[in-house]
């Protein structure tokens, strides 16, 4: 094994992190701070001291793509035979590896709870299994059981309690009778088989000696419980984790285990990765933003990349407006040379995709929704299938009647699950689309086949990204935009306690630092801003939405950027920004020390491109 590899490219924190081969570690990592790479490299360097025998380490990932990472990095790194697995695949082969192996695991929860839904009463009929699965699951991450959650549940579920209670003990007679287990139940069965059988607890702790968590702030009860039986009294355990990202509380998970473990283990190794490998010092300076308020450990991202244009903060008239601004900055930017699969637009909610998703589709734009296209989810779906084939003209009466018997809500009551609320929120779209084109002529398959051509046909993997907050953790993209960034939205509207909204603030920074080069932020005035915004510095005042100069030295300025591109065989955009060009425009510098100061205009673009801007300039 070449240790030299193990330490290239690391700076100072990264190779503090990797040199502490024993012992309890917390490595505390910023977003895009290089963290699988400081953490595959630890592993590395714990086999290349012979500290830890390859087989004596298990390394726990949250999900199988990350665990396949893993085990390719160590295996480039020359490292074979690392146990790197999910909470749920480790729990899994103990229980083969003792003899408690379960016949059948239960793929997915929504199956079986969608039968049970739909002997709910009336009011409740509609709600989407999914909500009823992640309310289970939020309950067995917590280790309650059918009979201590309805006192034990802190939170509004999808249903009324008590119904919510039936379901959940329903849920657990049926996997009974069918001899299936889920996902949570091998974590729990694994607790209890090492609970009751000392001997294997004694042989699994032999076997293990290290263990490495990644992704440490989205640890629950359950999974923490399970890692102590792991741990035992010992402390060679490395964690890696970033509170700032804490967004899964839905779930069960909790930054606590996270944040207290210096405290559990005062001689822990401390290390914090704040290096950015990521975006850009404009971009990480407006993150760092919000980093006072936070909370948890503090953490101030410090740019590696060369500066870039400043992020863009526009107030939009109305919603409209806000839309099609957005899709001029897409256009542009694709004019620019950027790939629309590095180009995303974030949204809170999956329903909040169908707007986005028509407006791209009226401009050509391939775009690719993650999570489920607004035709493609359950409420279009079902209408589609109730509707198609019908020559009846009374579309606004039609589909607001199949609306209304699919369980539509008017208006939409508060304390629905998330998949509940894109299901309405969908049927509200279809019952206004279905008013908007009624026009006495048009057929019911007249309107599905509109919308089909509204919204069919362009979800490519190689389009623009449309994907909820969420879904975005753990990627990165050139482009950001972060639209309707106003109450109700972000924050949404169901946070209503200190603790929600502090989670929707993450949510927020998670969006901003996903961000490589270009990042977008906007809201309307017709709306009340977002109380983040002010935290961000961004107030109505701001900024309007930019508009490109009428005006020839601008029109000059981009021809020349365009064959400087083409003669450097780089994108126009990494030449200089639109808003950049048209802020040298609006300054009119005449010399270095003016163009220097020109936002966007950073040292090594006023070395290359500084005289040729002056010289245009003063022709």
């Known amino acids: 094994m070449d240790r030299d590899l193990i330490f290239e490219g690391l700076n100072p924190e990264q190779r503090r992190a990797v040199e502490a081969v024993s012992g309890p570690v917390a490595i505390l990592a910023g977003a895009g701070s290089g963290k699988t790479t400081t953490i595959t490299r630890r592993i590395a360097n714990q086999v290349a001291t012979g500290t830890f025998a390859a087989q004596q380490i298990l390394a726990v990932t949250f999900t199988d793509k990350a665990a396949a990472e893993m085990r390719a990095r160590l295996d480039a790194l020359g490292v074979r035979g690392v146990r790197a ?46 909500d009823l699965a992640t309310e289970i699951e939020w309950a067995k991450n917590r280790r309650l059981s059918p009979a201590r959650y309805e006192d034990s549940a802190a939170r509004m579920p999808p249903i009324p309690i008590d119904l919510m209670a039936k379901v959940y003990r329903r849920y657990e007679e049926r996997k009974r009778e069918r001899g299936l287990v889920d996902f949570e139940d091998l974590l729990e069965q694994t607790i209890c088989m090492f609970d009751e059988d000392g001997a294997a607890l004694v042989q699994l702790r032999d076997e293990v000696r290290a263990i490495t968590v990644d992704e440490f702030q989205d640890v629950n009860l359950l999974q923490g419980t399970l890692l102590g039986r792991w741990l035992g009294d010992r402390d060679e355990l490395c964690v890696v984790g970033d509170d700032h990202q804490a967004i899964y509380s839905f779930t069960g998970a909790t930054p606590r285990y996270l944040l207290e473990l210096p405290i559990r283990f005062p001689q822990a190794t401390v290390v914090r990765l704040e290096e950015n490998y990521r975006s850009t010092p404009q971009i990480l300076g407006l993150a760092n933003r919000l980093a006072p308020t936070l909370g ?324």
């Open 296 to 619: 948890g450990t503090e953490k101030v991202l410090r740019a590696v990349r060369p500066d870039g244009p400043e992020p863009e903060l526009s107030e939009c008239a109305t919603a409209e407006a806000e839309t099609a601004h957005v899709v001029s900055r897409v256009q542009a930017l694709r004019a620019e040379g950027v790939p629309l699969h590095e180009i995303a637009l974030l949204f809170r909610l999956n329903s909040r995709s169908e707007p986005w998703e028509e407006a791209r589709g009226a401009a050509g734009i391939p775009f690719r929704v993650r999570g489920g296209a607004f035709l493609g989810r359950q409420a279009a779906r079902r209408l589609r299938q109730v509707l198609g084939g019908s020559s009846s003209t009374a579309v606004a009466a039609d589909v607001r009647a199949a609306a209304l018997a699919e369980g539509f809500l008017e208006p939409v009551p508060a304390g629905l699950g998330e998949a509940e609320e894109t299901r309405q929120d969908d049927l509200r779209r279809l019952v206004e689309l279905a008013g908007e084109l009624d026009d006495g002529d048009l057929t019911l398959t007249g309107f599905v086949a509109e919308l089909e051509r509204r919204f069919g046909g362009s979800d490519t993997s190689d389009g623009v990204n449309l994907l909820t907050y969420h879904r975005a953790k753990g990627l990165e993209f050139e482009a950001v935009f972060l639209p309707r960034l106003e109450e109700g939205e972000l924050p949404v509207r169901q946070a209503k306690t200190d603790e929600a909204v502090a989670e929707e603030r993450r949510l927020l920074y998670v969006g901003l630092t996903r961000a490589k080069r270009q990042l977008s932020l906007s809201w309307t005035a017709r709306s009340k801003p977002s109380r983040f915004l002010a935290e961000l510095g961004a107030t109505s005042s701001t900024r309007r939405a930019p508009v490109e100069p009428d005006d020839p030295v601008y029109a000059e300025l981009k021809r020349w950027r365009a064959e400087r591109a083409t003669a450097d065989e780089k994108p126009a955009y990494v030449v200089f920004h639109n808003t950049t060009l048209a802020e040298i425009v609006r300054r009119g510098p005449r010399t270095l020390s003016e163009l220097a100061a020109v936002p966007g205009v950073g040292p090594a673009k006023l070395e290359r491109y500084g005289e040729e801007v002056l010289e245009l300039l003063t022709r």
């Open 85 to 130: 697995r999910t909470f749920h695949a480790a729990a899994l082969q103990q229980l083969h590896r003792f003899g408690r192996a379960p016949a059948h695991v239960l793929p997915s929860k929504v199956l079986m709870l969608r039968h049970l839904a739909n002997s709910l009463p009336k009011p409740y009929r509609f709600r989407p299994a999914a």
